[in-house]
């Protein structure tokens, strides 16, 4: 049996986690939460095996907040990672929505004042909500089915409507208004499932390493070294952002995802050759990503 604390209920974390581990023939037990800083605290302090985190999303990019508490606020390597592809909905109450015949569906949705989701989440349909409903406030939650549940609770008649899942709106008892309101269709989200054991799946999947670099101060040319060591191995990277470390103002890191296990014989190497020009460098976990 594994333990895995996410998001949730009726999240696109959930819905993530079941795509990957439904099938697995793993015995799992999903531990829901409200907020990720709960998410995390629960792997750490023994509740549960393993944490799921949404890191990066194909619109939005990285979810900043996740990354700085995987790298700052816990020591939890990651041992798996996968995409899932994300299709919002618009979730409320039918009943709302004014039935004139001959109006199109989006004129219909005149009446909607406010709208609750999580940020990430109402970033995704930026330009559906401003174009179809642009009279409606925006409400942020701590996730998307925390809104569906604030809709729920505020009761019809009120032009409260949210964005989420289709199960959330099933969990809440609410109507789909309107579906795929994603402002790109190759709309994806890449989870994480951070935690102290290996967890080995049997489907296909990819070996990726990713680690933190901190530069050495006053070396002209260090970040061109440490691609370097990588390129002249030809290692490919797949993605290279920076982060502020927190400690001192212009003080970044480099958090780079390496498309090579831990255990080839090239990777140790290059990153043995980035620490003797000086980094720090930190292995934040060696793992399968699932497709
Ligand atoms: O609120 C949810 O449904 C979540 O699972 C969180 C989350 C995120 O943090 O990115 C997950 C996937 C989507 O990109 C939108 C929201």
């Given at each position: 049996m594994i333990r895995v604390a996410l998001l949730g209920p009726g999240t696109f974390s959930e819905e993530a986690v079941r795509h990957l581990l439904d099938d697995s023939g793993q015995q799992v037990e999903l531990h829901h939460y409200k907020l990720i800083s709960e998410v995390f605290l629960a792997t750490v302090n023994g509740v549960t095996d393993y944490s799921v985190i949404p890191v990066e999303n194909t619109i939005e990019g990285s979810v900043?907040?996740?990354?700085?508490?995987?790298?700052?606020?816990?020591?939890?390597?990651?041992?798996?990672?996968?995409?899932?592809?994300?299709?919002?909905?618009?979730i409320g109450f039918s009943s709302e929505l004014t039935m004139l015949p001959g109006e199109s569906a989006e004129a219909k949705l005149g009446g909607i004042q406010k709208i609750a989701s999580h940020p990430t989440a109402l970033a995704q349909c930026r330009q559906f909500l401003r174009s179809v409903i642009p009279q409606a406030e925006l409400v942020e939650t701590g996730t998307t089915a925390e809104g569906a549940k604030l809709v729920k609770g505020n009761g019809p008649g009120r032009g409260f409507a949210a964005v989420g899942t289709k199960s959330a709106a099933k969990l809440h008892g609410l109507d789909i208004l309107y579906e795929e309101i994603q402002d790109h269709n190759n709309n994806f989200?890449?989870?994480?499932?951070?935690?102290?054991?290996?967890?080995?799946?049997?489907?296909?999947?990819?070996?990726?390493?990713?680690i933190l670099v901190t530069l050495p101060e006053d070396f002209p040319g260090a970040l061109h070294q440490v691609l370097s060591a990588f390129a002249w191995r030809r290692i490919n990277l797949?993605?290279?952002?920076?982060?502020?470390?927190?400690?001192?103002?212009?003080?970044?890191?480099?958090?780079?995802?390496?498309?090579?296990?831990?255990?080839?014989?090239?990777?140790?190497?290059a990153l043995a050759e980035i620490e003797a020009i000086g980094c720090q460098v930190r292995v934040m976990g060696s793992y399968p990503n699932y497709t």
């Open positions: 900043s907040l996740h990354l700085d508490w995987l790298v700052h606020e816990v020591n939890l390597p990651i041992q798996a990672e996968w995409a899932y592809r994300i299709t919002m909905n618009l989200t890449r989870f994480v499932l951070a935690g102290g054991e290996p967890l080995a799946l049997d489907r296909p999947s990819e070996r990726k390493t990713s797949s993605k290279i952002e920076s982060r502020p470390t927190k400690k001192k103002l212009g003080s970044y890191y480099f958090y780079i995802d390496i498309e090579a296990p831990m255990d080839s014989v090239l990777l140790p190497a």
